[in-house]
């Protein structure tokens, strides 16, 4: 909708400035004034400007290519240069021709009411296209149109200059003519300065005045954002290209930092609304970073899982322990060399006396194949579950108990219940001991799963695997 409304408005005023040139020329061809003939070369190059802004138009809008990775923008901006090329090649032509008329003379002028009525008609459609214009250029943020604007904000004060330059004719001051045409030269010279700053300003990528700050003042209060390390800004016709640079802190996940950057896009897109940004998230290590924080970090830079993380203050000193999970099927040589890497990262990250112990656990990488269980083996396994459950101290209440088949041997699970309130390092405990003893009476185990829950749990009723009772 915003490509159909510029092109439109473009294209109106391609007409009104056809209009104004051809009505100014004539009245200035019959009344020989150097004010209105200059007024009519202001015009005709208005008339070429529109021209050139309607065609950049259709072509700015359309979107990325391969060829174009930041769209089609900056064709607003050449076409506006091109303007200001002309305004300043028309701007001389009259400073030229008005300088000679005051020097060597010049045919009289004629101050007739048609030439006053041309100059009152020209500034009336000036208004009102300006205004358009200008209501327009604010609602699409269109370089081009704003150029157009200019173009004929700029006609309203000459056409003004010219229209008392011919009072003052009529009057008898027959240089009032040739003073009006280098007043018509000034204002073009200032149409044409100003909008070629601009226009300048954008395709040697300009930052808009105070929007890296406004962008670093979005950056840097949002949540996750520790440090904002560097914004660029880049106007391309209607749009700004954002590029923002953030540092975060590494213990984060990969998914946590990629949804905070497309939060923190939102947020700047939703404030600016002719922002596309682009966040790039770094990762450093924070202040706040905890020891078994930093030993997480090192283990997943080294595409290690650890768990079970122990913190031991001794004296000015540290004991790291932690257990590392290595391929189930690793020789023990190659698992111990994994296990020393990490513990020299770990040295080498936290620096100082540090101690670090490994626990090497296998991790399970083969689906196993489950194997129906006889009835009676299956009783047997399940009373001997619930006789260790009995024998823990204090004794565990179970239930859901499951036994099947493994390649290996057995797989027993059970679900056991607790206090709400209980703490999860003493309901560990419990577990353990439990899996413990489920070891001890039972030959053959493969795996063994304790599941913990509180009182009042409902197990889900869909969970049917393996038999059981």
């Known amino acids: ?115 006053a009525a041309v100059i009152v008609l020209s500034i009336v459609v000036d208004v009102a296209r300006a205004r358009v214009l200008t209501r327009v250029a604010e609602e699409t943020r269109s370089q081009a149109l704003e150029a157009d604007a200019l173009h004929f904000s700029s006609d309203i004060l000459s056409s003004t200059a010219v229209l008392v330059g011919l009072g003052l004719v009529a009057l008898g001051y027959a240089w009032a003519d040739a003073t009006a045409a280098l007043v018509v030269s000034g204002f073009v010279c200032l149409a044409g300065y100003r909008l070629g700053k601009r226009t300048i300003d954008v395709l040697v990528d300009t930052a808009p005045l105070g929007l890296v700050e406004h962008v670093r003042g979005l950056a840097r209060d949002y949540p996750g954002v520790a440090r904002v390390e560097r914004v660029r800004v880049r106007p391309a016709g209607a749009s700004v290209f954002v590029e923002l640079t953030v540092r975060v802190s590494r213990a984060l996940a990969l998914e946590q930092v990629h949804d905070m950057c497309d939060g923190l896009a939102r947020r700047v897109q939703e404030a600016i609304p002719e922002a596309e940004p682009f966040v790039h998230a770094e990762p450093v290590a924070l202040d706040t970073e905890s020891i078994i924080e930093t030993v997480q970090i090192v283990a997943r830079n080294r595409s290690l899982s650890v768990h079970d993380i122990a913190v031991h203050t001794l004296g000015n000193t540290h004991q790291v322990s932690l257990d590392v999970e290595v391929d189930e099927d690793l020789p023990i040589g190659s698992a111990h060399q994994v296990a020393t890497g990490l513990e020299e990262a770990i040295r080498r990250e936290l620096g100082g006396t540090v101690g670090v112990d490994t626990h090497l656990d296998p991790r399970r990488t083969r689906i196993q194949s489950g194997t129906p269980v006889d009835p009676d083996q299956v009783s047997h396994v399940t009373t001997l579950v619930r006789e260790a459950a009995q024998a823990v101290r204090p004794p565990v209440d179970i239930h859901n108990v499951k036994v099947q088949g493994e390649a290996g041997g057995l797989y027993v699970s059970c679900h056991c219940v607790f206090d709400e309130a209980l703490p999860i390092r003493r309901v560990h405990d419990q577990t353990v001991r439990l899996e413990a003893m489920i070891w001890d009476r039972i030959e053959g185990l493969e795996r063994v799963v304790v599941h913990a829950e509180p009182v009042h749990h409902v197990d889900d009723t869909s969970d049917a695997t393996g038999s059981g009772a």
């Open 1 to 115: 909708m915003n490509t159909e409304k510029k092109q439109a408005v473009a294209l109106s005023s391609v007409f009104a400035s056809a209009l104004l040139t051809v009505t100014k020329l004539t009245v200035g061809l019959l009344t020989g004034s150097l004010a209105i003939l200059s007024e009519a070369a202001h015009s005709g190059l208005d008339l070429l400007a529109t021209l050139l802004t309607w065609l950049a138009l259709r072509v700015s809008d359309k979107p990325a290519d391969d060829d174009h990775h930041y769209g089609h923008g900056k064709i607003e901006s050449v076409s506006a240069l091109m303007e200001t090329g002309l305004l300043f090649l028309t701007s001389g032509w009259i400073l030229y021709e008005a300088a000679e008329r005051l020097l060597f003379g010049a045919p009289p002028v004629q101050a007739t009411w048609y030439a």
